[in-house]
């Protein structure tokens, strides 16, 4: 009876009109879909690793024989040329909104929505110059990766009041260097159905002590290309918008919650233009 029903589906499976007529053709369509973006991340993941692969030796003896004033060249060819070679090879288009916004002169706390693990690589395509990122001690401890993120992050360690104090005044004189500095507000992916997750304080606090302007730039239109569930990747088009960065000059302590507001109204309120501008079929403007 068992081999008997089996026979039945392989069989009818084949049948359009079978297919048709128990309304299959949505849930075949989507596991293939399912199959191909997942298909389409292991490809990206190869290129990501390829590319590593290839740019590592370079990256290794330019920070051993180049002098430390060079770094800002390095990280410039990570986030413009590393990037549009992996998006080019992916079929990813970004299109980026604001840049006008933002001062080449000045350096900012940059903060971002994170939706996907494919954020890290357009938060870098989209910004004009050059950041570092904040990233926790324990990376370093990555092999290889670790060389990589010691000299091109600005290092966190929360074990103590000594190492934060320290952090700190690391991270200050990264920002008298010229170089902005970037992280999560969100801390992790959002993957709620919110349109951003809950925002930690440290990204304003950082921003208020230093006194340096936060720059807001939010990701809209990346569901479609990756998600923020699992392995999944498909080409397509990512569009990034910066706002006006929002001041911190003056302001104190009490006024974390306020600012935390300000970037928060920004974020969605650009994420409910791109929104809109998908259903109406349009797309930002200057691709890069």
Not at 14 to 32: E, G, Q, Y
Not at 70 to 75: E, G, M
Not at 187 to 192: E, I, P, Q, V
């Amino acid at each position: 009876m068992r081999s008997g029903g089996l026979h039945y589906l392989s069989r009818n499976v084949f049948d359009k009109d079978w297919v048709k007529s128990r309304n299959l053709l949505p849930t075949l369509a989507a596991t293939m879909m399912t199959i191909l973006r997942k298909t389409w991340a292991i490809y990206a993941l190869f290129i990501f690793f390829l590319l590593w692969l290839v740019f590592f030796p370079f990256y290794y003896l330019a920070f051993l024989l180049f002098p430390r004033g060079w770094r800002k060249y390095i990280i410039w060819f990570s986030h413009h040329v590393y990037t549009r070679l992996f998006f080019t090879l992916t079929l990813v288009r970004i299109q980026v909104e604001g840049t006008e916004n933002l001062d080449p002169n000045q350096t900012y706390i940059i903060v971002s929505n994170h939706l996907s693990g494919l954020d890290f690589m357009v938060n870098a395509r989209a910004y004009p110059g050059v950041y570092k990122y904040l990233a926790k001690k324990e990376l370093v401890k990555m092999p290889l990766f670790g060389f990589i993120v010691r000299k091109l992050c600005v290092l966190v360690d929360r074990s103590s009041p000594a190492s934060r104090l320290a952090s700190m005044k690391f991270l200050k004189e990264t920002l008298a260097e010229g170089y902005s500095v970037f992280l999560y507000p969100e801390g992790t992916r959002n993957r709620t159905k919110s349109p951003l997750g809950t925002f930690h304080k440290g990204a304003f606090r950082i921003a208020i002590e230093s006194q340096k302007p936060i720059a807001v730039q939010t990701i809209t239109q990346i569901r479609a290309v990756s998600g923020s569930h699992g392995f999944d990747m498909w080409p397509g088009t990512v569009k990034v918008v910066w706002s006006r960065p929002i001041e911190t000059k003056g302001l104190t302590m009490k006024d974390v919650d306020v600012l935390i507001s300000k970037v928060k109204e920004e974020m969605i309120g650009k994420l409910e233009i791109g929104k809109s501008k998908i259903h109406t079929g349009k797309l930002g403007n200057q691709e890069i």
